[in-house]
T-cell receptor, first 110, second 114 residues
Framework: DAKTTQPTSMDCAEGRAANLPCNHS???????VYWYRQIHSQGPQYIIH???NNETNEMASLIITEDRKSSTLILPHATLRDTAVYYC???????????FGPGTRLSVLP | DSGVTQTPKHLITATGQRVTLRCSPR?????VYWYQQSLDQGLQFLIQ???????AKGNILERFSAQQFPDLHSELNLSSLELGDSALYFC?????????????FGSGTQLSVL
């Protein structure tokens, strides 16, 4: 079973920041938070991952709370092409598989 | 383009038949994962191979089997097909293990069982 809880859906205005929350209150010390997204019926796409420090790459920023029980994925300037289902996954260092929950359906509106 | 190639893109077959789905991982990736995505179940992990050896098994039916060949490509075999097996089947590959493991997914095979 997925170890994360995400809102079912969210809307965001084009050009604004999209902040997608994720709760993972039972996360263990060696488990990472990963974010993937799936646009329509394409294969899921890796976005970012982190352990406890905030992370940023060319796609997004990941903010993890100090107690690590929740995180937020930030798309700084959402475009229509960011409309997708976003999956937050908690996974251990080794040997655990990527368990996808239902995710958050983000709709970027013009 | 993720670099993971899946064939065929679409497959239409009848109940009771057997099909084979093929996956070519990214160059150099040793791990291959198979996932099934149906409308009511979401993305379900089926099985993982690492360098030719089965590494982990998920919700894979006994009618389904997979293997990874010496050239690292993988095949997923589905037999005695039922209507409920209609789904998108994704393959993913990865290079590193552990904390830096990132999955790269192919574009999937859409299986329709009629």
């Amino acid at each position: 079973d997925a170890k994360t809880t995400q809102p079912t859906s969210m809307d965001c205005a084009e050009g604004r920041a999209a902040n997608l929350p994720c709760n993972h209150s039972t996360i263990s010390g060696n488990e990472y938070v990963y974010w993937y997204r799936q646009i329509h019926s394409q294969g899921p796409q890796y976005i970012i991952h982190g352990l406890k420090n905030n992370e940023t790459n060319e796609m997004a920023s990941l903010i993890i709370t100090e107690d690590r029980k929740s995180s937020t994925l930030i798309l700084p300037h959402a475009t229509l092409r960011d409309t997708a289902v976003y999956y937050c996954i908690v996974r251990g260092n080794y040997g655990q598989n990527f368990v996808f929950g239902p995710g958050t359906r983000l709709s970027v509106l013009p | 383009d993720s670099g993971v190639t899946q064939t065929p893109k679409h497959l239409i077959t009848a109940t009771g038949q057997r099909v084979t789905l093929r996956c070519s991982p990214r160059s150099g990736d040793l791990s291959v994962y198979w996932y099934q995505q149906s409308l009511d179940q979401g993305l379900q992990f089926l099985i993982q191979y690492y360098n030719g050896e089965e590494r982990a098994k998920g919700n894979i039916l006994e009618r389904f089997s997979a293997q990874q060949f010496p050239d690292l490509h993988s095949e997923l075999n589905l037999s005695s097909l039922e209507l409920g097996d209609s789904a998108l089947y994704f393959c993913a590959s990865s290079a590193a293990r552990g904390a830096d493991e990132k999955l790269f997914f192919g574009s999937g095979t859409q299986l329709s069982v009629l």
